[in-house]
């Protein structure tokens, strides 16, 4: 074998990994076996009445290998000692209670053995729901800028994909406790016959493990480092088939593209894997020989002490059992080991993804201000710059003005100018990077954002398209409301949802969406109008519509736009749009130009300034005639 191939090569070079990292040391996998202790209180709080059953039965379990052995000890000696007496003397009887009692064991063994897997099933069960719930709740308290980080998203995505895993490692790690108790049983007889017996076991199993701890090692790697790589992969097997792209996909003729890039990914990592599995398997082959040298040369020695006569027949078998099946234990225990550490590896990523912590919360140093019912000036813009995590430009710079309590206030630019940042930074997805906003005088860090999102309602242009029944898609804008049907239909007529209902076969009940059985899809325009309603559905103070009507047929436009004058008197409302039709109703329009303030005012009085406003008007005005 080439020196660069060799085992003793590839444990002591600390290859890099392919995300760049030096593989894992053994001591930052013993280091790992640090996040069992929070794992185990994690389990035990899924539910402490079957981990408690489990230990235990496990504990029953463990006794059982030695106490079998033992009987078939005193069965072989007590038929040996039988064949010497003269056949009428010989008496059955005490033989054959001794099998009933090693059939007792048996049937009992393997009644545990299903008692152990029927809970380590349920527990596993129960554990997987359970922190897929926490994943999502604490995914849910996470800040939106932390979603757009791409080592965010592989952590999430590793924690999210271990979900299964983890209820693996929970039966390791309970199945390697029970086993070291197995262990300790057996040990005690093989160490009151010959002490040696026990060193030549270690010698016969330890080399397996090292090379099995070092490829599951390198396994972990492989895994870790191509995080990036099979989030892709995900990315194009959902894209290459699912029920939102296959439009495009097929106008555009793209199959093969996306087939070509996921087989080059795919290639990639089979490729590395099938290097490591050979190695893993080659070596596992010379290891296993190594061992099983270890165990004929225990059974030998305990053959020739029966032929010199210092142990009986029964104790052979006892001893020749104890080994074989210590030997087996022990290696599963370290293999397992090995893979308990690599499960404690992988815990890592999961409780790092727990310890993320949003920066846009509750500060419980700083007083909170109560939110001002009814807003009493309005919102201040100082200075406002802010510049999106990763970005080299400025997405919004040097901005003041002021969105007045009560007013309606259009947003106008060009695509990319920044109006969105504006309204995700007036929302408080997202904290101002340098200047501040004030609402009535005071950072609007002062206020809780639980509370300040409660008094806005926001309807962004990539509104999400809920598969759910109609009612519910309206009722996502105030969740708490979705038993209120009266409160659902009057949103629903407010924002002209209630033709597109009353057209589903289902009506309010009717899912939407083809992605479930029964589902039916809706027009661009007609999917607006439901998104438009969850906007009604708030008893905000502030609503906020991101080119709400782009989808719209003008007659709509038009209805949507004087509903949205009455049923936003006395609120403040902000509106982004490309038509000057709707922008023009308005109180004041805000214009915004590669991130900097340009002009504010009325329709009218930025026409009569001749400006930026004054320009685009006149350019949309143009296409009409
Ligand atoms: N999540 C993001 N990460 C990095 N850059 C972003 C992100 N979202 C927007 N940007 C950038 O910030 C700038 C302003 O984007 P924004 O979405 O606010 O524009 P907009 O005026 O709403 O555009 P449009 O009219 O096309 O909706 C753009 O240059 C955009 O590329």
Do not use: C
């Amino acid at each position: 074998m080439a020196r660069s191939d060799s085992f003793f090569s590839t444990i002591s070079a600390k290859k890099p990994r392919p995300d760049g990292k030096p593989s894992l040391s053994v001591r930052e996998r013993f280091s790992a076996l640090k996040n069992l202790p929070e794992f185990l209180r994690l389990v035990w709080q899924t539910s402490p009445g079957l981990t408690l059953g489990n230990v235990a039965l496990r504990l029953l379990r463990a006794a059982l290998p030695v106490a079998m052995l033992y009987v078939a000890q005193l069965i072989l000696d007590a038929v040996v000692q039988l064949s010497r007496q003269p056949a009428p003397e010989r008496v059955l009887a005490p033989v054959l209670t001794l099998v009933a009692l090693e059939f007792g064991l048996a049937v009992l063994s393997d009644a545990l053995g299903r008692g152990v897997a029927l809970l380590d099933s349920l527990l596993g069960d129960l554990f997987a729901n359970q922190t897929s719930i926490r994943l999502m709740q604490h995914a849910a308290e996470l800040d939106l800028d932390q979603f757009e980080d791409s080592a965010f998203y592989d952590k999430l995505e590793r924690a999210r994909r271990q979900t299964l895993s983890r209820t693996v490692l929970m039966s390791q790690v309970l199945s390697q406790a029970q086993d070291v108790i197995t262990m300790g049983f057996l040990a005690v007889g093989l160490v009151a016959f010959n002490p040696w017996l026990l060193l030549l076991l270690l010698v016969a199993v330890v080399p397996a493990f090292l090379g099995e701890s070092h490829f599951n090692e390198r396994s972990y790697s492989l895994v870790h480092g191509w995080t990036p790589e099979r989030r892709e992969l995900d990315y194009l097997r959902q894209t290459g088939a699912s029920d939102e792209t296959a439009k495009e996909v097929k106008i555009f003729g793209l199959s093969g593209f996306l087939i070509d890039r996921f087989r080059t990914l795919s290639d990639g990592f089979y490729q590395q894997n099938k290097s490591l599995v050979i190695k893993r398997a080659g070596w596992g082959t010379f290891f296993a020989a190594v061992g099983a040298a270890g165990y004929y040369a225990a059974y030998v020695y305990i053959i020739s002490q029966t032929v010199y006569g210092q142990v009986s027949i029964g104790q052979l078998t006892f001893l020749a059992g104890s080994f074989a099946r210590m030997r087996g234990l022990l290696e599963g225990i370290l293999s397992r080991f090995s893979a308990v550490a690599e499960g404690a590896l992988y815990l890592q990523d999961f409780f790092d993804f727990f310890h993320l912590q949003p920066k846009i919360r509750r500060d419980e140093a700083r007083p909170v201000l109560p939110f001002p019912r009814p807003i009493r000036w309005g919102f201040t813009f100082e200075n406002v710059g802010f510049k999106y995590r990763n970005a080299e430009k400025w997405a919004l710079r040097n901005l003041s003005f002021e969105l007045q309590a009560g007013e309606k206030l259009a947003l106008v630019g060009e695509n990319g100018a920044g109006k969105t940042t504006l309204v995700k930074l007036l929302s408080r997805l997202y904290d101002p990077t340098e200047g501040r906003i004030l609402l009535d005088g005071h950072d609007l860090r002062d206020y809780d954002p639980q509370e300040l999102r409660q008094e806005i309602g926001v309807i962004f242009q990539d509104f999400v398209r809920f598969q759910l029944p109609a009612g519910q898609n309206l009722a996502v804008g105030r969740i708490d409301q979705k038993d209120n049907q009266p409160r659902i239909e009057q949103a629903a007529q407010q924002s002209l949802a209630d033709s597109v209902i009353a057209k589903l076969p289902g009506g309010y009940e009717q899912m939407i969406g083809r992605r479930f059985n029964g589902g039916v899809d809706l027009s661009g325009g007609e999917w607006q109008k439901i998104a438009l309603g969850r906007a009604y559905m708030r008893d905000a103070q502030l609503l906020i519509l991101d080119e709400p009507t782009a989808a719209l047929d003008a007659r709509a436009e038009y209805e949507v736009f004087q509903r949205f004058k009455e049923l936003t008197q006395g609120k403040t409302a902000v509106l982004i749009s490309h038509r000057f039709s709707t922008v023009r109703m308005a109180d004041r329009i805000l214009v915004i130009e590669n991130g900097q303030f340009q002009e504010i005012g009325s329709h009218e009085q930025l026409l009569a300034r001749g400006g930026r406003y004054a320009e685009l008007f006149r350019l949309q005005a143009a296409g009409y005639q």
